[in-house]
């Protein structure tokens, strides 16, 4: 007569059973090559951005991916402290953005730069000439004045000397209009930003401050308030010894760079800047190389087109009050389904999980902030339409490949390696962690378990393996079984 004991173990060997409990975590398993970017999806502009970044990219016979990061970069620069997205019951995103494009030399990455972001600079010129003769006229007048309240001060004429000091201090002070730095530490652009209301633009073909803020800080780590908080639209307040203090109530920074290939990977690599949360609040993107394939001279940019968005771009910098843009029904609709995509492909495993130190944490606000700024150049009203959020989305996967791409470079640590190799010549695709430790337990590097689980929670950050529990067999009382579960391309290899 079978028993229990049998039937149930006889269960256990249907092919039903055996599908099930060999069942995988319901995300999806990212690709271990380095994925491949494809092209940036121009048409998922509004129609004078597609048209202005694919002229210049002809013009300059430069990747059409480069010319849309400086003009996204060119809109948030624009944009900066001025706009947010409002997405009701309290959640708000400020439109500013933080890029950094990596090329090697000779790929006319400053040329387009500069064509892209010459709006705002003209602006921040012409600013300036119109309000030189006011801050002129204001001088002369403060000077005036603090004459006489010098003489009424030596005639001993308290009453005349009070009303005086009281006009000084009411006095209006034009000061001149900045918003564009090209080179500064985080510490001297905290300071740029107080003397500017929190406002600030980081617009540089140099990407100094990428290498600052990636390890040349000797003495200690880096001052990066006005960095971190310039992005989320925080007060900073910092005092230092020997530096005049800086107090910002709502800081807004937007960050636009075009940099070396090589200073692009030590920023992603730095643990510092990883573990600060400072990668991740960037897009970051290495256009493919036109070298070989560009024209000697490329066509000229069409005048007519470049003149409207020269004045698209003046007309948001023109913008006297923040204001907030705020998605219809069908944009927000679909900004939670992409978002909901987002969390999916964060679990572990999935494709997002664990990029640059957090950054998918991120780009469900990175969304929102781009949909705003396309909403802009789009000019169809303070509503984001769900067009605009559509083709912001787009245009934000574009980016996801791209940072997977630039993270899928990223070399293993020793220890990651040699699990990796020692886990593929087992040829199991499931491996309990005890019989992993004891596999290795006589190898230097694993002779502590604390770095067997190091290397594993590595290759787990890269998608590479999965932790799971398997309940144990005909064992009553013994807790879950700890499991490695290996990717499955790994035993391909």
Not at 332 to 341: H, I, M, S, V
Request: with cysteine; hydrophobic share 40%.
């Amino acid at each position: 007569m079978t028993t229990e004991l049998e039937m149930y173990e006889q269960l256990l060997d249907t092919p039903e059973a055996q599908a099930l409990l060999n069942s995988e975590p319901e995300a999806p398993w990212g690709s271990l090559e380095r994925p491949a970017v494809g092209p940036y999806p121009l048409d998922a502009m509004p129609e004078l951005g597609h048209r202005i970044a694919l002229e210049a990219a002809k013009s300059l016979q430069v990747s059409p991916a480069m010319a849309a990061c400086f003009l996204i970069g060119t809109l948030s620069a624009a944009a900066v402290g001025r706009v947010q997205v409002d997405m009701g019951g309290g959640y708000e995103e400020p439109v500013q953005l933080y890029i950094a494009v990596g090329a090697d030399p000779s790929e006319r990455k400053s040329p387009c730069l500069r064509l892209l972001t010459q709006p705002p600079h003209d602006y921040e010129r012409e600013e300036n000439e119109r309000r030189a003769p006011v801050i002129r006229q204001e001088a002369v007048f403060r000077e005036a004045r603090e004459i006489a309240l010098k003489k009424a001060q030596q005639k001993g004429d308290e009453k005349e000397a009070a009303r005086l000091a009281e006009v000084l201090h009411e006095l209006p002070e034009t000061k001149p209009y900045e918003l564009i730095v090209t080179d500064a530490t985080p510490e001297a652009l905290g300071q740029a930003m107080a003397r500017n209301g929190g406002r600030m633009a980081v617009i540089s073909a140099e990407g100094a401050l990428l290498s600052v803020m990636a390890g040349c800080y000797a003495q200690g780590p880096a001052n990066l308030d006005a960095v971190l908080q310039g992005y989320s639209g925080e007060p900073v307040s910092v005092s230092r010894i020997g530096r005049p203090p800086v107090k910002i109530e709502k800081a807004a920074l937007s960050v636009c760079l075009a940099v070396q290939t090589e200073v692009l990977e030590a920023f992603i690599n730095d643990q510092q800047m990883r573990q600060r949360g400072t990668v991740a609040r960037f897009l970051l993107a290495e256009p493919e190389s036109m070298i070989g394939r560009r024209l000697v001279v490329g066509p000229p940019m069409d005048e007519e087109l470049a003149a409207k968005y020269h004045r698209r771009v003046k007309s948001i910098l023109s913008i006297s009050m923040p204001f907030a843009l705020k998605p219809d029904e069908g944009a927000r609709e679909a900004w939670e389904d992409w978002a909901r995509e987002i969390e999916r492909r964060s679990c572990p495993g999935g494709d997002l999980r664990g990029l640059g130190g957090g950054w998918e944490g991120k780009l469900a606000g990175n969304t929102l902030r781009l949909a705003g700024l396309m909403a802009l150049i789009d000019f169809s009203g303070l509503a984001i339409r769900e067009h605009v959020m559509r083709g912001a989305i787009r245009q934000i996967r574009w980016f996801a490949d791209s940072m997977k791409a630039l993270c899928g470079v990223n070399e293993l640590s020793q220890e990651a390696e040699e699990m990796l190799r020692y886990l593929a010549r087992r040829g199991e695709r499931r491996v309990s962690t005890a019989s992993v430790r004891a596999g290795l337990k006589n190898r230097k590097r694993f002779s502590r378990a604390q770095e067997t689980e190091k290397a594993l929670d590595e290759l787990a950050q890269l998608g590479m393996v999965r932790f799971y529990h398997e309940e144990r067999k005909n064992v009553m009382g013994r807790p879950p079984k700890p499991m490695v579960l290996l990717h499955p391309d790994i035993l391909k290899r």
